[in-house]
């Protein structure tokens, strides 16, 4: 009889080193993996997997009628081996799938950790994979999630041997199928996934198992040759086993005796409880696979990463030149605008330039001059009045010539008022100019021009 084999493991000093980092490497691993979509290369598709179970000498495929009797030869008497069940696989036409194997494929160890958990527990117990069973000469393969017993530093470890795991693969891969994980038929059993203790009893023609699962997980497992109970101390042995246990962990007893269970529709819902419990191995295919996906999603990651970063370089000058065009659009508009303006302008500039000459010419205002006069000095006499270019001389007469002098300089109309003569008590000679008349301006304005 195969009993579950219970080791008290010492933790390698390397690995007690380096746990600590491990675990804070390991807490940072699922959000570094969601950025890279590394977690998806990592997670079983369970929406494309068909699920394949073993039973004697049939290979049945879960939840369907569909299953093949696996030949018999005198190198292969049971008719299991890796290319028998890779044939059988493609005869039933599936192109990825989950193998479901006899417990007896398997061996059970409970191993305490004492002060590690998590990656520093997982990578422990790696490490000391081929010190673990010193019976075993050949490399075992690790179940993929081990199951921290609740309240103990002990781990329910599954193990299967190496070189089975790579032929299976290899088998499966050389006849065009994906063999995406391999796990034991017990957990396809009813309520195996359940999050309730129950007991299981897996058995068929050659073997029978009986495993202990709580909250989905097994806490123990005890498998047995079912020609070894010919012999009366281990059929007492077993029977004596199947009690403890009963006594030991209260729950239903679920017998998966019948291979009907597994043609049924419950079965093939089964099939995605057991991959999801993570109580499988892992193909060196699949693991393939899981690496060139990762790979594949990292480098997309890469190449997105640096679009982005070439995105974000790009965008101040993309804003500048967004910027550009609007403040050209903004000038061209307000050019549009102000078109009208500049016309006129251009208008009168051409119109200034013509008749300028002429508008422009200083107007003397001779009327309004001699009214002004004339208000200015009276009651004296005006005699004499010449005007010239804006240049006035007036001669009268006078019995006080300053006074009319000193009223002409007041008037704002005069400017550089000032005796042109000498006088006499009577005679008065004034050159005055007129305050809005320059032809020295008109003169360089126009004349200047010309001359150029």
Not at 43 to 65: H, K
Not at 193 to 215: A, F, K, N
Not at 352 to 363: K, L, Q, V
Request: aromatic share 6%; with cysteine; proline share 5%.
């Amino acid at each position: 009889m195969t009993r579950q084999i219970n080791i008290n493991a010492t933790p390698l000093s390397l690995a007690a080193r380096v746990s600590g980092s491990v675990a804070r490497v390991a807490r940072l691993m699922p959000m570094l993996a969601g950025r890279f979509g590394q977690a998806a290369a990592n997670r079983v598709d369970l929406g494309e997997i068909a699920g394949v179970a073993l039973w004697s000498n049939r290979l049945l495929v879960l939840g369907e009628r569909a299953q093949t009797v696996l030949p018999r030869s005198d190198d292969d008497p049971r008719g299991d081996s890796a290319a028998a069940l890779a044939e059988a696989a493609r005869a039933l036409g599936v192109t990825r799938t989950a193998l479901f194997l006899p417990a007896e494929e398997f061996i059970a160890t409970v191993i305490p950790l004492p002060g590690l958990n998590g990656a520093g527990a997982l990578q422990a117990l790696r490490l000391q994979a081929s010190s673990l069973i010193p019976s075993l000469d050949e490399p075992l393969a690790l179940v993929q999630t081990p199951n921290r017993l609740l309240g103990t530093d002990d781990y329910f470890c599954l193990w299967m041997a190496q070189a089975r795991l790579t032929e299976l693969s290899e088998a499966f891969e050389a006849e065009g199928i994906e063999l995406a994980a391999i796990l034991p038929r017990a957990l396809l059993a009813p309520a195996a996934g359940s999050d309730e203790t129950c007991r299981l009893l897996d058995q068929d023609p050659h073997q029978v198992t009986q495993v202990v699962m709580r909250e989905g997980a097994p806490v123990k497992w005890d498998t047995l040759q079912l020609s070894d109970l010919d012999e009366p101390e281990l059929l007492e042995q077993w029977q004596a086993e199947l009690k403890s246990t009963e006594l030991a962990h209260q729950g239903p007893l679920i017998s998966t005796t019948d291979s009907a269970w597994l043609s049924s529709p419950e079965a093939g819902a089964a099939l995605h409880a057991a991959l999801a419990s993570g109580i499988s191995f892992v193909p060196p295919g699949e693991v393939k696979r899981r690496q060139a996906l990762k790979n594949k999603t990292t480098a997309i990651a890469i190449a997105a990463g640096f679009a982005l970063l070439a995105v974000l370089t790009l965008i101040p000058f993309a804003l500048q030149s967004i910027q550009f065009r609007l403040a050209a659009s903004e000038l061209a508009d307000l050019r549009a605008l102000n078109s009208t303006a500049r016309q006129d302008q251009a208008f009168v500039a051409d119109f200034d330039s013509r008749w300028g000459a002429i508008n422009d010419y200083p107007r003397q205002e001779i009327i309004t001059a001699l009214f002004t006069l004339q208000r200015v000095i009276s009651p004296d006499t005006l005699t004499g009045l010449e005007i010239e270019e804006g240049v006035v001389n007036i001669e009268g007469t006078s019995n006080n010539p300053q006074a009319i002098l000193q009223r002409l300089e007041q008037d704002p109309l005069f400017t550089e008022v000032a005796f042109s003569r000498a006088t006499s008590n009577s005679r008065y000679s004034i050159s005055l100019r007129l305050s809005n008349v320059s032809f020295e301006g008109y003169r360089a304005r126009y004349a200047e021009g010309y001359r150029r």
